[in-house]
């Protein structure tokens, strides 16, 4: 039997936000009835919003996230094993980058499906195109660590990097604690390395700041609680 297509479905990075998506992804959302989300409660409500051509009922949702274990990817795979098209999609931005998406991909090439990824929102690639830093040598770094001093000597690591290879480090963080992080960045790391702050990109409150950091420390504190960002750093 000929195997589905998975298809890896960027979605908007916030609220009020469908325009940013392009129409032939949202035409490729309205020809399947097989997802797999972080949370079905979530996706369901964006398919809605999309108006999505079927009855909610109709259509097929489960859920991988980070509670999920290893033995219940090949499950999610059923339908694309069966002949159906599938879609993976995130919380917020693409598939795979960040998000436990990854994972099921990796297994859809094992198993020989074909994986399709799609145009649409990423918040890492809209941060570092906005930053001014260097685009060519960059290096996505994910989650730092929550205790100060572990995130102060991977700050320090960071910015060492940063200046050895020439290279943009970029790292997110849990949006109710984003105020610690930049305090923390501003108490590790040199004065003259520059830091971007990007934060609800494509959203009208839109926010994005690049400056050194004895700058930064001249300025008003941004307003960063509970907004999602990105955080670059340089030279």
Not at 5 to 26: C, K
Not at 64 to 85: R, V
Request: charged share 20%; net charge neutral; glycine share 6%.
């Amino acid at each position: 039997m000929k195997t589905g297509t998975l298809y890896l479905l960027p979605i908007p990075l916030g609220e009020d936000a469908n325009h940013t998506l392009p129409e032939y992804l949202i035409q490729q959302f309205h020809r399947l009835d097989y997802f797999v989300a972080e949370r079905a409660k979530t996706a369901r409500r964006f398919l809605k919003e999309i108006n999505h051509p079927k009855p909610m009922s109709e259509i097929h949702i489960e859920e991988l996230n980070k509670h999920s274990q290893a033995e219940d990817l090949p499950f999610l795979l059923k339908p694309a094993l069966e002949g159906h098209d599938l879609g993976l999609l995130s919380e917020a931005g693409c598939p795979g980058v960040a998000d436990p998406g990854a994972q099921l991909i990796q297994l859809a090439h094992n198993r020989q499906i074909k994986v399709f990824p799609m145009v649409g929102p990423s918040s890492i690639l809209l941060a570092l195109m906005a930053s001014g830093m260097n685009g060519q040598q960059f290096c996505f770094n994910g989650y730092l660590p929550q205790k100060k001093p572990d995130l102060i000597r991977k700050l320090q690591l960071l910015e060492k990097q940063a200046l050895k290879f020439k290279q943009t480090q970029l790292f997110i963080e849990t949006p109710y604690r984003n105020g610690a992080m930049f305090e923390a960045c501003l108490e590790a790391l040199a004065p003259n390395t520059r830091l971007c702050i990007a934060c609800d990109l494509t959203l009208p409150t839109q926010y994005v700041r690049t400056c050194d950091i004895a700058d930064w420390k001249k300025q008003p504190t941004p307003e960063l609680h509970k907004r999602p960002a990105v955080f670059l750093l340089g030279h």
